[in-house]
């Protein structure tokens, strides 16, 4: 069987696939060590199995008013179908129609409306991601941006300022502007300005983040839950032993689905981590999974509820499909009396997502290993910003062409369908950490979301109990960065403690961003002006302990395509061929560097190696 998957592996490796996609064996002077086919696919799916979630949470029938007021405290994972989408509440009793028949009807079309959409743009820009960007990367309609465009921007069944059908137009320019940021290279480049203290924190705030959405109800085990004299507290409730939101003391982890995930989708999974097994979180996911589908067993999905019996119901279907009817380009233009309140829903939208697939991006590529220590940036950064709302460095004009349709992908194309804006999804830590390297991770993540639209009913019955385990253990995968963070010295331990902390207490990156880099700002700002008031006579102990940040980050602030294009390159959409190497350059770093390879030196930065082809060799063959 082994001999059988290495051949395999070889066979693709030497292709185009393989060299297209840089796996290991295939010759590219920057092919990625640790890649392999089937491990990529494997990879994809861990990714797919972890965000399959989206689609259950977002097959929650608004009539479920239990589950919702579950949900709603413990996680931004909000319902779009809460915001009431494009039905019409005539009711003038109730402003909110929670009662109304007919709307409740019209809600559970647009119900199935959103499950299609959510499951159709997470597959073409999670697809686009890969084939276009090479990153491990999956993206889907992010879910803290769900919660506010559902409860501030549109509010609660369209109670607030701006009519859902006005967001989305919102939303839909913001992709367009978007494109333009990412085309001048301003979001490549404030990733790479961020200090290193602070990028460092955001992926160990992600793992946090991960492990509270993996502890909590509505994608987890359900060991949390919300409280009034404490911010979180003990949970394990059973859901319908809660008492206003609260789990009582004599029912505190008592659920047995939760004892279900933790050993069987925990404790397994984690065991088989430690021997290295292939496919240990699928397995994991997959196990938890096929016990709570039987109905008749305390751990059962589908309890003999009006809840438990729709979703029995749905699940039996097993092959269906539901085509958008009420929530497709449904945009209006008219800006009436909202202008204020559309241009305040346009500037949340952007700098949220800016700042939150910013540090996402960057978080998951380093967790990849797939971050260049020099340029602060990774390879294929401006398509994969383009596809999530989007740059290319590409290999051609016709790509930059086709790069730039892809715009409307990720952001405007969603809006299209009904749907909030859409970013990368931090549950790529899945695939990463199953090891994914390359964007047939993503791709492959992508194509399961295709399929997932017409088996919506198995993929959205992975209960979230299933998967809550698996994010948790990603998280403390991911929070191993924090040893790289430099604790010496307060002006970058405090901003960087302050990212981390904010991130999943606010269940918001962006918010986990703003404050430490506003605490950075803060802190180094005010001691640069005290010593140059001093003469250099005040200088704080240990300061020279300090990680050096500069505005004039090496690659510049316009991307490549723009800096040819401004030196007169004709061929400007062609990068530069890297100057070749006689012998063996050092790089800053404990284990960067170059080491000899037979005629060919081997970059390696940050673990990864490049292979560099010599003067002395016109052509290179991977040893």
């Not at 491990?39 to 989206?54: K, V």
């Not at 793992?207 to 394990?236: F, H, N, R």
């Not at 505190?252 to 292939?278: E, H, S």
Request: aromatic content about 10%; charged content about 15%; overall charge neutral.
């Amino acid at each position: 069987m082994v001999e059988y998957t290495t051949r395999i592996n070889d066979a693709v490796a030497r292709s185009i696939v393989g060299r297209r996609f840089r796996l290991q064996g295939s010759g590219h002077r920057k092919e990625r060590m640790g890649s392999r086919f089937l491990t990529e696919i494997r990879a994809g799916l861990a990714t797919f199995f972890a965000m399959a979630y989206i689609i259950s949470v977002r097959l929650k029938p608004l009539l479920t008013t239990i589950i919702v007021a579950l949900i709603v405290p413990q996680v931004n994972a909000s319902i779009m179908t809460d915001s009431g989408g494009p039905c019409v509440c005539t009711n003038s009793t109730d402003p909110t129609c929670a009662n109304d028949v007919d709307y409740s009807l019209c809600l559970s079309v647009i119900n199935r409306d959103f499950v299609t959409g959510t499951a159709a743009i997470a597959a073409l820009t999670s697809f686009c991601m890969g084939l276009f960007a090479n990153m491990p990367i999956a993206l889907a309609p992010g879910m803290g941006l769900n919660a506010y465009f559902t409860y501030t921007v549109v509010g609660f069944h369209g109670s607030g300022p701006v009519s859902y059908k006005l967001a989305l137009t919102a939303v839909f320019v913001e992709g367009f502007v978007f494109v333009g940021l990412s085309l001048l290279g301003l979001r490549q480049w404030l990733a790479r300005a961020i200090p290193a203290s602070i990028k460092l924190a955001s992926g160990v705030g992600i793992g946090l983040y991960l492990t509270i959405i993996g502890l909590a109800y509505s994608a987890g085990i359900g060991a949390i839950t919300g409280a009034v004299d404490t911010p979180l507290e003990l949970a394990g409730c059973r859901p319908e032993d809660m008492v206003d939101n609260l789990c009582p003391g004599s029912a505190k982890m008592r659920n047995p689905t939760m004892w279900i995930g933790i050993f069987c989708g925990g404790m397994l999974t984690a065991i088989l981590l430690t021997y290295r097994v292939k496919g240990a979180i699928i397995a994991g996911i997959a196990l938890v999974s096929i016990i709570s589908w039987p109905r008749p067993t305390p751990v059962t999905y589908f309890p003999h509820t009006a809840v438990g019996d729709d979703a029995f119901d749905f699940f039996k279907k097993v092959v269906t499909f539901h085509g958008i009817e009420k929530t497709l380009n449904v945009q209006t233009w008219s800006l009436g009396g909202a202008g204020g309140q559309f241009g305040l829903a346009f500037i949340t939208f952007l700098y949220v997502d800016i700042l939150d697939c910013t540090g996402t991006l960057y978080s998951m590529a380093r967790f990849a290993g797939a971050i260049d220590e020099r340029t602060q940036d990774f390879e294929g950064s401006a398509v994969a910003y383009l596809v999530d709302g989007k740059q290319i460095r590409p290999p051609g004009l016709d790509l930059l062409v086709s790069t730039n349709t892809n715009i409307a992908f990720g952001i405007s194309i969603g809006s299209l369908f009904g749907l909030s804006p859409v970013t990368a999804f931090i549950e790529s830590g899945a695939g990463i950490s199953e090891g994914g390297k390359t964007g047939l991770t993503a791709m492959t993540t992508g194509f399961c979301f295709f399929i997932s639209v017409f088996f919506a009913p198995i993929f959205a019955s992975i209960p979230p109990w299933a998967t809550g385990c698996t994010l948790i253990i990603v998280g403390a995968m991911m929070t191993k960065a924090a040893a790289d963070i430099n604790w010496r010295y307060i002006g970058d331990a405090l901003p960087a403690f302050i990212t981390l902390a904010v991130m999943p207490f606010t269940y918001s990156i962006a918010y986990g961003l703003i404050a430490g880099i506003i605490t950075y700002i803060i802190l180094n700002t005010t001691v640069w002006i005290i010593e140059k008031a001093s003469g250099g006579r005040i200088v704080p102990e240990g300061k020279e302990l300090k990680d050096p940040w500069s505005y004039k980050i090496q690659g510049g602030l316009l991307p490549g395509w723009v800096t040819r294009l401004l030196k007169g390159k004709k061929d400007f959409w062609h990068e530069d061929e890297p100057v070749p190497l006689s012998s063996v350059t050092s790089i800053s770093g404990h284990d960067d560097g170059y080491k000899m390879r037979g005629h060919n030196s081997v970059q390696v930065i940050s673990g990864i190696e490049r292979t560099v082809v010599s003067e002395e060799q016109p052509s290179h063959k991977q040893m």
